[in-house]
């Protein structure tokens, strides 16, 4: 496919003339959380938030932890007051006291409401999250919004991802992580290519291997300065859906910045007969895709909101 037919899906995205059922949903992934040592004596963390629109009735929502590295994965669940809200500071440990890295897949479930009606736009809600360093010299973080629609086979939906504006230059003190959670029940493989901001290719087709239901970041293993990064899957079973990220730390200060990469789909993708469809692109995770993820889990129950913690002063 020829980069100038690409067109970015993003853009598309934010058209005002698009309802609401299209800007929210029951069913979402945070790619990124952790609660975890970091370097230079910092501690990453997750703020992990959730608002309730129902104006008549709570709603109970399933969390899943999926781990780095695979495994098996531990859900929760929590209750949700109508027009209320649901906050942690760092939501490893009040959700599912653990420590280390990996991904939520965050969902609302009919048998878990029985009393709702059995509807998306019903059971929608709105998730949000910010993973952060906590160093003596302060908090720096990233917000990593809740996401829905993902990548899969490249040779079957013709369909990448990019992340631009990307600095990975230890001398200047940049590093950049890239990442991503796998939904399948098989390994795949995520392959990266790297280019400069003149548009020329640095390396092609770098790979990574994310096991299933599982969570994988890695640093990115090529020095580039204000470039660009394009995602794409290999899953021969046409399964799995990968959610990728970007993270670009300013290694100086702790201070990191997060990127969702935009979908790229070529005109044929984007028109139907000839109507523009830009909600249909990519794969949008729904309640089949997330009952395997939450099959996987081991689960806890319901959990409550911990009491605010008092912020301390530096």
Not at 54 to 79: H, N
Not at 113 to 135: H, I
Request: proline share 7%; net charge neutral; charged share 20%.
């Amino acid at each position: 496919m020829k980069r100038s037919l690409l067109i970015l899906i993003l853009l598309l995205l934010c058209l005002g003339a698009l309802p609401l059922a299209a800007q929210v949903n029951d069913t979402y992934v945070i790619p990124a959380v952790g609660n975890t040592p970091g370097a230079f004596g910092t501690r990453w963390m997750t703020q992990f938030s959730i608002f309730n629109p129902q104006l008549d009735y709570p709603l109970k929502v399933s969390v899943v932890f999926i781990p780095s590295g695979g495994g098996r994965g531990i859900e929760a669940l929590l209750t949700v007051p109508p027009n209320g809200g649901w906050f942690s500071d760092n939501a490893l440990q009040d959700i599912f006291s653990v420590t280390g890295t990996g991904s939520l897949l965050v969902a609302t479930f009919p048998e878990d409401n029985p009393g709702v009606p059995n509807a998306t736009l019903d059971r929608s809600f709105l998730v949000t999250s910010n993973t952060f360093n906590n160093s003596r010299n302060g908090t720096f973080g990233q917000t990593i919004p809740g996401v829905w629609t993902g990548l899969q086979d490249y040779e079957h939906d013709q369909i990448s991802a990019v992340a631009h504006g990307v600095r990975n230059l230890s001398a200047e003190g940049w590093r950049t992580n890239v990442g991503a959670v796998n939904l399948g029940r098989q390994s795949v493989r995520m392959r990266v290519t790297v280019y400069d901001y003149d548009g020329r290719t640095l390396q092609r087709n770098i790979p990574f291997t994310i096991p299933p239901l599982a969570h994988l970041q890695d640093a990115l293993p090529v020095q580039v300065d204000r470039g660009s990064i394009e995602f794409f899957v290999d899953d021969p079973t046409l399964e799995a859906v990968v959610f990728p990220y970007v993270s670009v730390i300013d290694q100086f200060s702790g201070d990191p910045a997060y990127q969702y990469p935009t979908l790229l789909a070529g005109a044929k993708d984007l028109f139907a007969k000839g109507v523009l469809k830009p909600t249909e692109i990519g794969k949008k995770i729904d309640l089949t895709t997330a009952r395997a993820v939450r099959a996987n889990a081991d689960r806890i129950g319901e959990v409550k909101m911990v009491e605010a913690r008092k912020r301390e002063a530096r």
